[in-house]
């Protein structure tokens, strides 16, 4: 398949099309680019969500139940499951497939054709997720699925990847024994827009949701002594003008914040899935309505941007030798230039080279 | 560089996942992608699979004696939902007579591997399947 067959393909519905795309952008062939610069045009609808959290607390079997909700309620929907590659071979075992229910249940998710799902190595990436995810994102959002769903392990630090990518952000845990310092290490509490206990048929379940929601609730506090503080320091005088301001000001902060719910499930029977889908479509709700999701995508464009032009700027200078990167190296080695001095000249050189003005 | 991926697949009735997880870790060892079907998928699953995963091998696990009628449904059934069985590697492993070896290579089988194979016959095998199949695909 040639790029025109793969986009043309993609746009209309071939899911090999879909599987080529994939597997040339996440491998950076160039066409993967081309192809990408392609579809562009027709991304930017679906609605992206991320499950995170430890492994096995049930991430692939909510991610099962909760297609079969959202295909019965009539949406498509694409998977990610990016699973951790090994660090010694580079090779990877990516079993999350086998949670997806089959023939032996009503709803045959590998054989319906409103469900795609493609498994993903992180290839060593700190983070979790590989560095190509967010564009099979678009490679899914641009073959038109009305979800896009990214499953990804967390473990420590790595689950503010998800932010990455997700307008929705889902982070899975079980009921906890003894004390919670897992939760608490990890960050957990930043990146949630939704918390889900799982494996609530283990026992334990109530303490742990009740533990997250103080926890969660605790964090809202904080905000609201904090505003305090700011009013108050503006003196006590009980002005009208004032007062509505503080009114006005609540009432759209009640528009502006969104406080994560916490769902009990028990994904192995699909307890709770319902819920968890019926949160999943008010937040997207609310994100569109409070301007949210603009904001995020701007948050996460601007960053990719950044990203996309540091790694262009870097490969010119190594590669175009009029820019005598080496040379300047070595002038720095042998105490002749001061780094500072030499990276300014670097760029100062990119800026009026000859090639760097062939475009636009 | 591109990962050989690699769907390892059990069909069927048959319970025994052992050998083909066993053979699943040596390959991810190997420095291969392996995407695991887990027990019990039919044909359909399997070539749908392998065509959504884009993966350059086929692993399918046998010990029920089916694989007369359940290899080749699954290479069918690739073709049938657009993929090209000729530009992957499909190998069989499990219990398979020596009888037939023959017909099922010219249903489109590359390999078959039976218990006690050496792993790294197996892991080069398929490398060199793999550069086989690119070359002619590139040409
Ligand atoms: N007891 C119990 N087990 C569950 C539940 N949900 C999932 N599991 C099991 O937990 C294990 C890990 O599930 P999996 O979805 O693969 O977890 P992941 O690693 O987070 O994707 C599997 O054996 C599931 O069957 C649940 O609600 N209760
Ligand atoms: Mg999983």
Redesign the interface.
Known sequence: MDVDEIVRGLLNG???AL??A??LVE?DYPEGKDIMKRIFKKTGKAHVIGITGFPGVGKSTIVSKLTQEFRMRGKTVGIIAVDP??P????????D???MD???VNKRL??DSGV????M?SRGKAGGLSAKTGDVVRLMDAFGFNLVIVETVGAGQSEVDIIEVADTSIVVLMPETGDDIQINKAGILEIGDIYVVNKADLGGAEKTVKWLKSMLLLDDEAVRILEKMDHGSHNESVNDEILTDKLEKKAKDAIDRWIPPVIMTIADIGEGIKELADTIEKHREFMEKSGMLKKRRTVRVSRELLDLIMEDVKSRIINDTSLKFEEFVNRVVENEIDPHTAAEKIIEKLIFSKNSDTTL | MKKIRVLVAKIGLDGHDRGAKVVARFLRDAGFEVIYTGLHRTPQEVAMAAIEEDVDVVGISLHSGAHMTLVPKVIKYIKEYGGNPDEMVIVVGGIIPEDDFEELMKMGVDGIFIPGTPIEEIIDFIKKKVAEKKKKTVA
């Open positions: 071939n899911r090999r599987a080529r994939i597997t491998n590659g090994s010694f071979s580079g090779g990877a075992l990516l079993g497939r086998l949670r089959g023939i032996d590998w054989l795609f799902f493609r498994s190595s």
